[in-house]
Nanobody, 125 residues
Framework: QVQLVESGGGLVQAGGSLRLSCAAS????????MGWFRQAPGKEREFVAH????????YYADSVKGRFTISRDNAKNTVYLQMNSLKSEDTAVYYC??????????????????WGQGTQVTVSS
């Protein structure tokens, strides 16, 4: 079993920045990719970004491209999401997820095997 713990959420004004962290632990942790998703009230969970664990390649949703940066620290088994130029529409619960295998586009929730508990990000306008 893999445990994922997010941190770093909070309240920020529009135009501000936040950095989310996701620490992974558990038995022989080894995943193909780590992703960030978000879910606003009344909406479906949506893809934000992912990083391929071994090579560090990244991919972003169009809505965050140029504003968010995903990165990973292999030694710490931690993934980060740096969020800049935040907008009110970025308000959501942000979830970290781990995919054991390379499959599909890695931009859908069903392609991930483990999930964190989520961290709230609120952007005030």
């Amino acid at each position: 079993q893999v445990q994922l713990v997010e941190s770093g959420g909070g309240l920020v004004q529009a135009g501000g920045s936040l950095r989310l962290s996701c620490a992974a632990s558990g038995r022989t942790f080894g995943s193909a990719a780590m992703g960030w998703f978000r879910q606003a009230p009344g909406k479906e969970r949506e893809f934000v970004a992912h990083v391929l664990w071994s090579v560090g390649s990244t991919y972003y949703a169009d809505s965050v491209k140029g504003r968010f940066t995903i990165s990973r620290d292999n030694a710490k088994n931690t993934v980060y999401l740096q969020m800049n130029s935040l907008k009110s529409e970025d308000t959501a619960v942000y979830y970290c997820a781990a995919a054991r295998f390379y499959r599909g586009s890695l931009s859908h929730p069903y392609e991930y095997d483990y999930w964190g508990q989520g961290t709230q990000v609120t952007v005030s306008s």
